[in-house]
């Protein structure tokens, strides 16, 4: 049986950014994947759709179940790339990952998938059939800065993410010099907050100290809208 989470998610300024990341650092520690001198890293997604553009309408259309595709990458770094698959269910997600080779990367993005193998029963496996029998093709990419932080009780996530931009028409994962385009004002962070069965009551305290108002926000969605 599949294992949902909690997903909240806010569009907020980014002064109150700043004074939630301050409260956070004081319960919750910075998350692993963080490098960088401001503990930010770098996330860029490449997601699929089919030629009728399903994921996308199910998407605006609030359609209850769901699930789409993605490669992500982080930090520019093609040593680490995760293909994955999330899944949606109301207000709860759910994600299975695999991590894969650059050589396996390039062969999805570019459609050569007769030699991959998949003789395992694992999520390249369903990648591969709902790739054929959907004819699912690459989307668009997606990129943003996160900082991270994590609670071990029921496994909490908080996110801040800013910098949110769409790359429209090039699916070059690896090219850092990708043409995008700005989604969101430079003034704007998407804090999304991630929890298994019950939200902490020190954590709930402290988000509850700033207003904030929660909104339906799927940066694969909005990216696809940009023109």
């Known amino acids: 049986m599949r294992k949902y989470r909690n997903e909240i998610k806010f569009v907020i300024n980014k002064?109150?950014?700043?004074?939630?990341?301050?409260?956070?650092?004081?319960?919750?520690?910075?998350?692993?994947?963080?490098?960088?001198?401001?503990?930010?890293?770098?996330?860029r997604s490449l997601y699929f759709d089919d030629l009728y553009s399903n994921a996308y309408y199910e998407k605006m259309d609030g359609v209850e179940y769901r699930k789409k595709y993605r490669i992500r990458l982080y930090n520019c770094d093609t040593s680490f790339i995760r293909l994955e698959c999330k899944y949606k269910h109301e207000n709860k997600t759910s994600k299975d990952q695999i991590l894969i080779d650059k050589s396996i990367c390039d062969k999805i993005i570019n459609g050569n998938i007769e030699d991959l193998d998949i003789s395992k029963p694992n999520l390249l496996t369903k990648f591969v059939i709902d790739y054929r029998s959907r004819n699912l093709k690459p989307s668009i990419i997606v990129d943003y800065k996160r900082l991270a932080y994590t609670y071990p009780v029921s496994d909490v996530r908080v996110t801040f993410d800013s910098k949110i931009r769409s790359g429209r028409y090039n699916y070059n994962l690896y090219d850092e010099d990708l043409t995008t385009y700005k989604i969101i004002d430079d003034n704007e962070v998407v804090l999304e907050v991630k929890f298994n069965e019950i939200l902490p009551e020190q954590i709930a305290i402290v988000l509850s100290t700033v207003p904030m108002i929660r909104q339906a926000f799927s940066k694969f969605a909005i990216c696809r809208s940009i023109k």
């Open 15 to 43: 002064d109150t950014a700043e004074i939630l990341k301050n409260k956070l650092s004081y319960l919750m520690d910075i998350d692993a994947n963080s490098t960088s001198e401001d503990n930010s890293y770098f996330i």
